[in-house]
């Protein structure tokens, strides 16, 4: 089945450049979204279709996707930007696939 | 607003059955595809089942499939997951959660948690 993969862990000091990546070998051919997961709350959509981001969400979160990998940039990280994000494609049949996860400290 | 509200969860022994419901609210429920999506104790997310507006287009992840069944009804601005022959590793906060269109989960409800245990 397909498999997309991210880092367990990144981390970054406050005001800096975080990056998360995804990668997956149909990655090139597909939109790639990313989910922010707070401890306890529900996942909150953050970007779609590679680079675009839902209303509500702040400009300093932004995506790419280049070959087969897709980044999560994240501008002057905050402190309320610890989460756990995830990527997510889709495999044949339209079948959702999620990444196994980054989580993000901010310290 | 959108809103998505889960309930049905609960305690169930391996082998039996439950099934969750989630109400929709503040869209026009009948023009959206909807998703189920779990998330095992201390894991990521794992996508479970897909319905299209019409009911006409349905998919399930291997794990479930056979044992899992996902419905809706539109007049009801429901979406269901009747879940049979449960095993331990079913055990999870499951979401139901809105397909904008783009492949990607626009909104998501808070989640019901299944535990699986005997």
């Known amino acids: 089945s397909y498999e997309l993969t991210q880092s367990p862990s990144v981390s970054v000091s406050p005001g800096q450049t975080a990056s998360i990546t995804c990668s997956g070998h149909k990655l090139r051919h597909q939109y790639v979204c990313w989910y922010q997961q707070k401890p306890g709350q529900s996942p909150v959509l953050v970007i779609y279709q590679n680079n675009k981001r839902p209303s509500g969400i702040p400009e300093r979160f932004s995506g790419s996707n280049s070959g087969n990998t897709a980044t999560l940039t994240i501008s002057g990280t905050q402190a309320m930007d610890e989460a756990d994000y995830y990527c997510?494609?889709?495999?044949?049949?339209?079948?959702?696939?999620f990444g196994g996860g980054t989580k993000l400290t901010v310290l | 607003e959108v809103q998505l509200v889960e309930s049905g969860g609960g305690l169930v022994q391996p082998g039996g059955s439950l099934r969750l419901s989630c109400a929709a609210s503040?869209?026009?429920?009948?023009?959206?595809?909807m998703n189920w999506v779990r998330q095992a104790p201390g894991r990521g997310l794992e996508w479970v089942s897909y319905i299209s507006s019409s009911s006409s287009i349905i998919y399930y992840a291997d794990s479930v499939k056979g044992r899992f069944t996902i419905s809706r009804d539109n007049a009801q601005n429901s979406l269901y997951l009747q879940m049979n022959s449960l095993r331990d590793e079913d055990t999870a906060v499951y979401y139901c959660?809105?397909?904008?269109?783009?492949?990607?989960?626009?909104?998501w409800g808070q989640g019901t948690l299944v535990t699986v245990s005997s």
């Open positions: 997510q494609a889709w495999d044949s049949s339209s079948e959702r696939v």
């Open positions: 503040g869209f026009t429920f009948s023009i959206y595809s």
């Open positions: 959660a809105r397909d904008s269109g783009g492949y990607s989960l626009d909104f």
